[in-house]
């Protein structure tokens, strides 16, 4: 907390203003290029959007800021406050947006009207997150494309459009 005070020029009791700990200014961090989706890309497709939330993803966790997350995610018992941060501030906070858009592609009738959204979520997400705490394979926009294209076989007895 005394770095990100003297990087901001400012006390340490400011920045316990702004945020509660060390883990929030973790999150924080890691959530700072998310940008409000802008007016433009409400016209896009609600798949290509997906597309790009989960590329958005892979691209955040190869930076110095999102490998450091993944070292202290995969180091902390799920209870303890960094855990539950990442969990609520970044995992659910992109599941959420994920749910929105799947919602949003079945009305649009992109995919398919039966489809368990839940269940569509885990296997969207469950890569992701598996790849990035294992770190057997690359955690890439190629690999979340793959994801993405055999989900969407299923969820819409197409092929994928990109």
Do not use: N
Not at 67 to 72: C, E, F, P, V
Request: glycine share 4%; charged share 30%.
């Amino acid at each position: 907390m005394e770095a990100v005070a003297a990087r901001a020029g400012v006390g340490k009791p400011t920045v316990y203003r702004w945020w509660p700990d060390r883990h929030a200014v973790a999150m924080a961090a890691l959530m700072e290029s998310d940008a409000t989706q802008s007016l433009e890309a409400t016209k896009r497709s609600a798949l290509s959007l997906l597309r790009e939330q989960l590329r958005t993803i892979a691209r955040r966790f190869v930076t110095s800021t999102g490998r450091h997350i993944t070292s202290l995610i995969a180091a902390s018992d799920p209870e303890s406050e960094l855990s539950k941060a990442f969990r609520s501030h970044f995992v659910l906070a992109r599941r959420a947006e994920g749910k929105a858009l799947l919602e949003r592609a079945i009305e649009e009738k992109e995919i398919r009207a039966d489809l368990d959204v839940e269940v569509a979520l885990d296997l969207l997400y469950g890569p992701l997150f598996f790849r990035l705490l294992i770190g057997h394979a690359p955690l890439d926009e190629q690999f979340m494309d793959q994801v993405l294209d055999e989900c969407l076989r299923g969820m819409s007895g197409k092929k994928p459009v990109r």
